[in-house]
C-alpha cells in the first residue's frame, strides 16, 4: 500500500518496535507520507499496511527512517516485528543520493558504509531535543521498576544513583520528589557542585566499596563495569540494584549473583514502558530535523 503524498514530506519507515509503530501512524495521521517496510501484516496497532517490497517502500520518499538502535546484529535492521532479516546493505543500495536516513544509534560500520554510498545522515540519539526527553522516560521507567520489585515504601528507602548525567539528574529529582533519601554517585567536581545545588546527599565513585552497605536500591547509569565484585562484596544481600545504563552495562552481573544480589538490567526503558511516548519523542525529534534541513 503506498501512502505517500505528493504535497508534503514522505517518509519510508524501515523496521522497529512499537516506537515506530507510533511514529508511522501518527505522521501518517497528520498528513505526511508514509511506507512502512519490516513488518508483517497482522502486526498489532500498526495502521499501514506494511509494504513486502523494500524497493516500493523506499521509491519516492524524502526521508528513511531508521529505528532505534538502527541495528540488531551486525548489517541486519532491528526489526522484531518481521521474519526476515533486513540487510542494511540493500536498504542503502536502492536509496538515491537525494534521500537523508534518520537513525538512532548509527555505528561506524553503519556510518562508513552511508558514507561510501553518499548517504547523507543524521543519528536522532545524539540529539539534546531526544536524549533529554527519553532520558526522563529512562528515569521515570527505573522508579517503576523500584516501585513494582521492592516490599516497601520508596519513601522510606535509601537511594543511591551512580553517575549524574542526563538519568542521574532526572532521577535523583524523581526519587527525592517522593520522599526517598537520595544520594548522587558521581566522580566529577562538576556534578558535584550540580549535587550540592540540588540539596542530595553526594559520594565519588572511588567510595562505592565503602558506601554501598547502607543502601536499599543502587541505581547505575554509567555504561562502564563500575559496579565491581569488590563493591558487591560489600553490599547487603537484599538489596536491588537496577541498571538502567546502556550495554555493556555497569554491574558484573555473574559476581551479583554469586553474592546473591538481585539484580535488574533495564535496557532499552522508553521502548518497553512508555512506547507511545517514546514513539511521540522520535517523531518531534525527526520533524526538528526535517525542520533544519528544509527538507
Given amino acids: 500500500m503506498n501512502n505517500i503524498s505528493s504535497n508534503k ?11 515506530q509503530i507510533r511514529l508511522a501512524n501518527t505522521l501518517c495521521e497528520d498528513g505526511y507520507g508514509v511506507n512502512v517496510y519490516g513488518f508483517m501484516p497482522d502486526t498489532q496497532h ?15 520518499t524524502d526521508i528513511v527512517v531508521l529505528p532505534l538502535p538502527a541495528l540488531s546484529e551486525t548489517e541486519a535492521i532491528n ?24 537513525g538512532g544509534k548509527i555505528d561506524d560500520s553503519l556510518k562508513t558504509l552511508l558514507d561510501i554510498h553518499g548517504i547523507y545522515y543524521v543519528d536522532y540519539f545524539l540529539r539534546e531535543d531526544f536524549t ?4 526522563a522516560l529512562t528515569a521515570e521507567g527505573g522508579l517503576s521498576i523500584a516501585l513494582s520489585e521492592t516490599a516497601i515504601a520508596l519513601s522510606s528507602c535509601n537511594c543511591l544513583v551512580v ?11 524523581a526519587l527525592n520528589g517522593i ?18 545545588a540540588y540539596g542530595y546527599k553526594k559520594a565519588h565513585i572511588n567510595e562505592l566499596s565503602d558506601i554501598v552497605k547502607d543502601y536499599d536500591i543502587i541505581f547505575n547509569t554509567v555504561p562502564h563495569k563500575i559496579i565491581t565484585e569488590d563493591v558487591l562484596e560489600n553490599m547487603c544481600h537484599d538489596t536491588l540494584i537496577i541498571d538502567l545504563a546502556s550495554k555493556p552495562g555497569g554491574v558484573d552481573f555473574n559476581a551479583a549473583s ?4 538481585s539484580t535488574i538490567w533495564a535496557l532499552s526503558l522508553p521502548g518497553r514502558t512508555a512506547p507511545i511516548t517514546a514513539g511521540d519523542i522520535i517523531k518531534q525529534t525527526i520533524l526538528n530535523i526535517c525542520d533544519e534541513l528544509e527538507v
Fill in 9 to 19: 514530506r514522505s517518509f519510508a519507515i524501515i523496521g522497529g518496535d512499537m516506537r
Fill in 258 to 261: 554469586k553474592f546473591g544480589i
Fill in 132 to 135: 533529554v526527553l527519553n532520558a
Fill in 163 to 173: 553517575g549524574f548525567g542526563r538519568i542521574g539528574k532526572l532521577l535523583c529529582h
Fill in 46 to 60: 500498526l495502521k499501514i499496511k506494511p509494504s513486502d517490497c523494500l524497493g516500493n517502500t523506499l521509491k519516492n
Fill in 179 to 196: 520522599g526517598a533519601k537520595v544520594c548522587a554517585c558521581a566522580r566529577k567536581n562538576e556534578a558535584f557542585a550540580w549535587i550540592d
Fill in 79 to 102: 526489526a522484531p516485528f518481521f521474519d526476515k532479516k533486513i540487510k542494511i546493505r540493500e536498504v542503502i543500495e536502492q536509496m538515491t543520493s537525494n534521500q537523508i536516513l534518520i
